[in-house]
């Protein structure tokens, strides 16, 4: 099994900043992509940024410029920087890895979400 811890949620105004991180542990083989989702009261989750394991980033239009996804391998965690945040970043956010636990048992799993709340 692996299992991810997040911490680096909180309140702040808007026009802040935080940082979240993600940190997988347990049964690991590989860890291959690794992302973040949020989710908004009445809302879908939405997938938010994804990091591949040779470091390709992908975000979502509505935080290109302003969110930056990172890892560092050695540690096994996940990093999202979030800068000049908006009212409607508001959200828990959740990470997840594709990871392997062997050769042929490969899966998804999520973290327990943190609540990033920005205030106007």
């Known amino acids: 099994q692996v299992q991810l811890v997040e911490s680096g949620g909180g309140l702040v105004q808007a026009g802040g900043s935080l940082r979240l991180s993600c940190a997988a542990s347990?049964?690991?083989?590989?860890?291959?992509?690794m992302g973040w989702y949020r989710q908004a009261p009445g809302k879908q989750r939405e997938l938010v940024a994804t990091?591949?394991?040779?470091?390709?980033?992908d975000y979502v239009d509505s935080v290109k410029g302003r969110f930056t996804i990172s890892r560092d391998n050695a540690k096994n965690t996940v990093y999202l920087q979030m800068n000049s945040l908006k009212p409607e970043d508001t959200a828990v956010y959740y990470c997840?890895?594709?990871?392997?636990?062997?050769?042929?048992?490969?899966?998804?799993?999520w973290g327990q979400g943190t609540q990033v709340t920005v205030s106007s």
């Open positions: 347990g049964s690991i083989y590989r860890i291959n992509a």
């Open positions: 990091i591949t394991s040779g470091g390709t980033t």
């Open positions: 997840t890895t594709d990871a392997n636990t062997d050769w042929l048992f490969r899966h998804t799993y």
